[in-house]
């Protein structure tokens, strides 16, 4: 099969597509026939050696995809592999395979596992959100952005989100009753706050803590909370605005949730697809090929919905 193979950490040339052995599954695993896999920031992170945990070399990246399994024939979509997923075929256990509804694309399918449930954990679990709270998600037109938008609005918060680009601002806009801010704008942070109507923020989701954090402090009101799914390095902060506003900064690492935390945000994500407030977006199809530059894109152009690679 073709596979996408990281010999050395690095930048993203460091991943070439390969010709290796067909993975041969055990009695206990599962293969399933990769139609597209889910390019997501962690990936990048690891591929370039940036990571708390790093896997051993040579490695596959990619841990989302949605396809077809092998022994049964039925659509799914994988939240984690044994093998990796920017491949033609991953070798996954039983739990990482779950059933795809028909109204997805696979494309949509390989959307779904680290967006959806880094979104659900950060706001039902870490920030637990509450009807009629005010929520602002950077970054919202991003494969986590929308999907912590849908997961908001779903959970009854009132949503303000931010976007790079106009289209990205459409598309945020077209999630249902979401303010949206340009975060090209230097003062855009206080036109968030305004659509508070001075109240402040009971909850941020924050992808680039690195940039935003310092200034999240500020946004929130008494009680609020800021969870953090995102940073590329260190950020400068104030504790007094912390202490004055009673708030509190929560971190979530997805690839570190207790098993009975991953478990809910799986069920959560099921009760999702079957309600249908729970809708992917996918901005961009890339051949398998062409691993780097989706790399490269996810870090140096604006987010409009998930980047995938289709084998």
């Not at 590329?232 to 009975?260: C, K, N, T, Y």
Request: hydrophobic share 50%; charged share 20%; aromatic share 4%.
């Amino acid at each position: 099969m073709l596979a996408i193979r990281v010999h050395e950490f690095g930048a993203p040339e460091v991943m070439r597509l390969e010709t290796v052995p067909d993975p041969e599954p055990e009695a206990d695993e599962v293969l399933v026939r990769v139609a597209a896999a889910g390019v997501n920031p962690v990936d990048t992170y690891i591929r370039a050696g940036e990571y708390a945990q790093l896997p051993p070399l040579p490695y596959t990246p990619g841990i989302d995809a949605a396809g077809t399994r092998l022994d049964t024939g039925e659509r799914v979509w994988v939240s984690g592999s044994l093998s990796g997923t920017y491949a033609e075929l991953a070798l996954c256990r039983p739990d990482q395979v779950h059933p795809l509804p028909q109204r997805l694309s696979f494309a949509q399918g390989a959307a779904l596992g680290v967006p959806y449930l880094t979104a659900w954990l950060a706001l039902a679990r870490r920030g637990a959100v509450q009807a009629g709270e005010r929520v602002l998600v950077h970054g919202a037109s991003g494969g986590v952005g929308i999907a912590a938008v849908q997961v908001a609005l779903a959970l009854g918060a009132q949503v303000v989100g931010s976007a790079g680009s106009e289209a990205g601002a459409e598309l945020v806009a077209a999630q249902g009753d979401v303010g949206v801010v340009d975060h090209r704008d230097p003062a855009h942070l206080g036109a968030a706050f305004a659509l508070t109507g001075g109240a402040g923020f009971d909850l941020v989701v924050e992808c680039r803590a690195h940039v935003n954090l310092g200034a999240d402090l500020r946004l929130l009101a008494r009680g609020g909370r800021v969870v953090v799914v995102g940073s590329r390095g260190r950020v400068l902060v104030d504790p007094r605005d912390l202490m004055e506003r009673q708030a509190s900064v929560h971190g979530l690492l997805l690839g570190d949730v207790a098993a009975d935390e991953r478990a809910a945000a799986l069920a959560a994500v099921a009760e999702g697809l079957a309600a249908g407030w729970l809708r992917p977006a996918v901005g961009r199809e890339l051949p398998l090929a062409e691993a780097p530059r989706a790399h490269r894109l996810l870090t140096e152009r604006p987010a409009l919905g998930k980047t995938v690679l289709v084998p």
